[in-house]
């Protein structure tokens, strides 16, 4: 089971700290993606994490702004987000896939945990 925090309001340029713990299950040998999905727009991809963390991948519009990290010994994988702007409020959710690559789609990821509401104010 997934389950993922750190969720908030913030000001615009502000930052936040997401995080995913894992129960139940080792995520070591998972890529784990984070998604965000705002009222009314499909889940769309943020940030994934190859299993080791040889390999990170981002979406554009996040890029430079966000990093995810992961620390297997605590079963746990972060999202470090930095100078947030309105348009990243939205629902986050993380998501673990059995795949050595990072992946990109919703389709990709076979375990979901609930996500965790970032709001940012302008």
């Known amino acids: 089971q997934l389950q993922a925090s750190g969720g908030g309001t913030v000001q615009a340029e502000g930052s936040l700290r997401l995080s995913c713990a894992a129960s139940?299950?080792?995520?070591?040998?998972?890529?784990i993606g984070w998604f965000r999905q705002a009222p009314g727009r499909e889940r769309e991809f943020v940030a994934a994490?190859?299993?080791?963390?040889?390999?990170?991948s981002y979406a554009n519009s996040v890029k430079g702004r966000f990093t995810i990290s992961r620390d297997n010994a605590k079963n746990a994988v972060y999202l470090q987000m930095n100078n947030l702007k309105p348009e990243d409020t939205a629902g986050y959710f993380c998501?673990?896939?059995?795949?050595?690559?990072?992946?990109?789609?919703?389709?990709?990821?076979?375990?979901w945990g609930q996500g965790t509401q970032v709001t940012v104010s302008s």
């Open positions: 998501a673990a896939g059995r795949s050595i690559t990072v992946k990109f789609t919703v389709q990709d990821y076979d375990y």
């Open positions: 139940g299950r080792t995520i070591s040998e998972y890529t």
């Open positions: 994490i190859s299993p080791y963390g040889a390999t990170t």
